[in-house]
């Protein structure tokens, strides 16, 4: 067998493509947009600053000399994600990857780490509506004009919590930037919806040249202080938590043509923790 010099290298390429980056300001997201970027596609950045997010794009292209956008979105609604997708596409071009990354802790960061006895329904509408009911909406917004066109590539970001029930025991002494924290039970229950979704959407679009998979990110370091990074570490057998750009790679493996025949999966990234 002969194979072309370069050819496995070059299914990596993400030149010609358009992608779209939910939550494209965040701590993860802006390694994803720039993981894409250094790969060849012209990038979306999208979030709820446009102001941010249209500086961040400004970096991309002045660093990466492609032309990235940002755009301002709430993407609980389905106007705001039907204007987004149309200005996306009139400005770069048609859609061929979409990452799904957007999350929310909603607006009282001390009313998300309630006890799951004292947890407030109103904070679990709010989480919920942009973790599990945007995702949908722009998943379904983009996948369908990708259907329609018989090429695209979904991949959503869920967590090792939507997949194992966090250790409590982790979170003793833990804290977020001088806050206790814990992992609430909706996010475990929104980001265990990300992979349900992922697996019906791969089944209903697979036939017309889309393919849906999730990225579930283990713990990453982010502000948390140092007993909850021991404690975490502790739990994994690599011995510690993962640094941002470690998302990276598997992002582009299912992006690109490297993953032409991988649907409906999920590409775990969390040191070995649910190996045990």
Sequence with gaps: MTVE????????????????????????????????VDHGAQVAVVDLDAAKCASFAGELTMTYGMSCIGVGCDITSPEQVKVMADKVEHELGPITVLHNNAATKG????????????FDIAVWREVMAVNLDGAFLVAR???????????????????IYGIAGPDQRIYEGSEYFGRPINTPPIYSASKAG????????????????????????????????????????????????AVPDEMVGALLFLAS????????QDIVIDGGLTAW
């Excluded at 050819?7 to 993981?35: E, I, M, P, W």
């Excluded at 004009?145 to 967590?159: C, F, V």
Aim: some cysteine; overall charge positive; aromatic content about 10%.
């Design 5 to 36: 010099r370069g050819h496995y290298r070059k299914l990596f390429d993400l030149s010609g493509h358009v992608a779209v980056v939910t939550g494209g300001a965040g701590l993860l997201g802006k390694h994803f947009c720039a993981g894409l």
């Design 107 to 118: 607006r009282d960061l001390e009313r998300f780490f309630d006890s799951v006895k004292e």
């Design 141 to 159: 917004e983009i996948g369908e004009r990708m259907a329609e066109r018989g090429r695209g590539s979904i991949i959503q970001t869920s967590s």
């Design 194 to 241: 990300i992979v349900g979704l992922t697996r019906y959407l791969a089944a209903y679009w697979g036939r017309r040249g889309v393919r849906v998979n999730t990225l579930t990110p283990g713990g990453v370091s982010s502000g948390q202080n140092e007993s909850f990074d021991r404690n975490y570490s502790a739990r994994v057998p690599m011995g510690r938590m």
């Design 257 to 264: 043509d490297a993953s032409s025949y991988v649907n409906g």
